[in-house]
Nanobody
Framework: QVQLVESGGGLVQAGGSLRLSCAAS???????MGWFRQAPGKEREFVAR????????YYADSVKGRFTISRDNAKNTVYLQMNSLKLEDTAVYYC???????????????????WGQGTQVTVSS
């Protein structure tokens, strides 16, 4: 069983920065970890993902150039550095983990097995 514990959410003004962390425990073998978000009344959407071996990253167009996903293999932790935050970035952010191989690129929530509890990010004007 994998447990994912997120931290780092909060309230920030537009243009500010936040850093989310997600610590994984229970298993060290994984193919990828990702971040998704869900705003009120909207579906959960992909934000970013990192392949655990090699560290290859991929971002949603809406966050490209502003967000950076990274990992610390020794700590089994993935990070999401969020800069130049916009009002539309307000959402609950979830980290996700998978040990399954997928040819889909790990851009869909259905490619992930375990999820964190979510952390609220609120961007104010």
């Amino acid at each position: 069983q994998v447990q994912l514990v997120e931290s780092g959410g909060g309230l920030v003004q537009a243009g500010g920065s936040l850093r989310l962390s997600c610590a994984a425990s229970g298993r060290t073998l994984r193919y990828a970890m990702g971040w998704f978000r869900q705003a009120p009344g909207k579906e959960r959407e992909f934000v970013a993902r990192i392949r655990w071996s090699g560290g290859i990253t991929y971002y949603a167009d809406s966050v490209k150039g502003r967000f950076t996903i990274s990992r610390d293999n020794a700590k089994n932790t993935v990070y999401l550095q969020m800069n130049s935050l916009k009002l539309e970035d307000t959402a609950v952010y979830y980290c996700a983990d998978t040990s399954r191989y997928s040819s889909g690129g790990y851009l869909s929530q259905y490619e992930y097995d375990y999820w964190g509890q979510g952390t609220q990010v609120t961007v104010s004007s």
